[in-house]
């Protein structure tokens, strides 16, 4: 069973940075396993939207439109966990940030309903 914990989150004012990390355990990784990892949001009202999305064994990456060029997600592969630098933060950005994983994905993907793994979420407050 894939477990994912986040951290990281808290409280800024417009323009500040914040770094999550999503620590896993768990699961195994053989070459014949390619884990989507990604990061996701959601917002009060709202529904759970995609943010970054990156491949374990590549290094490029896909991001929602309104965060890039602020938002870097990279994974640390010998400490099995997944990071999101969060830049130029922005009132708009404030949610409850979630890590997630699968291995059947293949693929970059920003879409929730393909994520089996989920972590419990850690919240980011932009004060305007």
């Known amino acids: 069973q894939v477990q994912l914990v986040e951290s990281g989150g808290g409280s800024v004012q417009t323009g500040g940075s914040l770094r999550l990390s999503c620590a896993a355990s768990?699961?195994?990784?053989?070459?014949?396993?390619?884990?989507?990892w990604a990061w996701f949001r959601q917002a009060p009202g709202e529904e759970r939207e995609g943010v970054a999305s990156?491949?374990?064994?590549?290094?490029?990456?896909l991001y929602a439109d309104s965060v890039k060029g602020r938002f870097t997600v990279s994974r640390d592969n010998a400490k099995n966990t997944l990071y999101l630098q969060m830049n130029t933060l922005k009132p708009e950005d404030t949610a409850i940030y979630y890590c997630?994983?699968?291995?059947?994905?293949?693929?970059?993907?920003?879409?929730?309903?393909?994520?089996?793994?989920w972590g419990q979420g850690t919240q980011v407050t932009v004060s305007s």
């Open positions: 997630a994983a699968d291995p059947r994905i293949g693929f970059q993907s920003l879409d929730v309903r393909q994520y089996k793994y």
């Open positions: 768990g699961y195994t990784y053989t070459i014949y396993s390619i884990y989507s």
């Open positions: 990156i491949i374990s064994s590549r290094d490029s990456a």
